[in-house]
């Protein structure tokens, strides 16, 4: 049974340009939060999706922007990037009718802007 | 505002026990948890606990008091794959969205 799968693993971008990170549920998960982890620090909540919706949203900028497919499956994107975007961004699923802790974490995508 | 404190970093020898600190202040809980993280690795689910007292599972076991706003991670008969950080995290909404601290990085020395 596949975890949460996400893609790539490491990203290498110029400061303003755009990229777009991917996330695979966990089979039977259909909620998935997006998380920025500065290195040394714990995880920062991004947002939420469920039912291809946002949910519910952290304090980021609007130049972080994401999508949830029929699939469950989902897309984070960040505009115009700027250096201290470069942290790992981790996609952790749930389900939501399972119990409260049922949160599974993918290996994440370390961006490096430069 | 939202606030979760932790120590930094701790040191214990192989086959010690250790006990890790997490203090609390936020709008709302709906539960507190535990994750070991690895270096470059995603955090693995450790604990979870709604309720006040202890909650043993194996080597690790977790306390909370809600009154208090605290909990801790006690680890025991440490070994060297322990070393990793530990982040203690508070659920303040029924979707699940979690509040972490910045993480206790723990090394095991023989």
């Given at each position: 049974?596949?975890?949460?799968?996400?893609?790539?693993?490491?990203?290498?971008?110029?400061?303003?340009?755009?990229?777009?990170?991917?996330?695979?549920?966990?089979?039977?998960?259909?909620?998935?939060s997006w998380y920025q982890q500065a290195l040394g620090q714990g995880p920062q909540f991004i947002f939420q999706y469920y039912e291809e919706e946002e949910r519910q949203r952290g304090n980021f900028p609007d130049r972080f922007s994401g999508h949830q497919f029929p699939n469950y499956s989902s897309?984070?994107?960040?505009?115009?990037?700027?250096?201290?975007?470069?942290?790992?961004?981790?996609?952790?699923?749930?389900?939501?009718?399972?119990?409260?802790?049922?949160?599974?974490?993918?290996?994440?995508?370390?961006?490096?802007?430069? | 505002?939202?606030?979760?404190?932790?120590?930094?970093?701790?040191?214990?020898?192989?086959?010690?026990?250790?006990?890790?600190?997490?203090?609390?202040?936020?709008?709302?809980?709906?539960?507190?948890?535990?994750?070991?993280?690895?270096?470059?690795?995603?955090?693995?689910?450790?604990?979870?606990?709604?309720?006040?007292?202890?909650?043993?599972?194996?080597?690790?076991?977790?306390?909370?008091?809600?009154?208090?706003?605290?909990?801790?991670?006690?680890?025991?008969?440490?070994?060297?794959?322990?070393?990793?950080?530990?982040?203690?995290?508070?659920?303040?909404?029924?979707?699940?969205?979690?509040?972490?601290?910045?993480?206790?990085?723990?090394?095991?020395?023989?």
């Amino acid at each position: 049974d596949a975890g949460v799968t996400q893609s790539p693993t490491h990203l290498i971008k110029t400061r303003g340009q755009q990229v777009t990170l991917r996330c695979s549920p966990k089979s039977g998960h259909d909620t998935v939060s997006w998380y920025q982890q500065a290195l040394g620090q714990g995880p920062q909540f991004i947002f939420q999706y469920y039912e291809e919706e946002e949910r519910q949203r952290g304090n980021f900028p609007d130049r972080f922007s994401g999508h949830q497919f029929p699939n469950y499956s989902s897309e984070l994107n960040v505009n115009a990037l700027l250096l201290g975007d470069s942290a790992l961004y981790l996609c952790a699923s749930s389900s939501s009718t399972g119990a409260n802790y049922g949160y599974t974490f993918g290996s994440g995508t370390r961006l490096t802007v430069v | 505002g939202q606030n979760i404190d932790q120590p930094t970093e701790m040191t214990a020898t192989e086959g010690a026990i250790v006990q890790i600190n997490c203090t609390y202040q936020t709008s709302g809980f709906n539960g507190l948890f535990w994750y070991q993280q690895h270096a470059g690795e995603a955090p693995t689910f450790l604990s979870y606990n709604v309720l006040d007292g202890l909650e043993e599972k194996g080597r690790f076991s977790s306390f909370l008091s809600r009154s208090k706003g605290y909990s801790y991670l006690l680890l025991k008969e440490l070994q060297m794959k322990d070393s990793a950080s530990y982040l203690c995290a508070v659920s303040t909404s029924g979707y699940n969205k979690l509040i972490f601290g910045a993480g206790t990085r723990l090394a095991v020395h023989p």
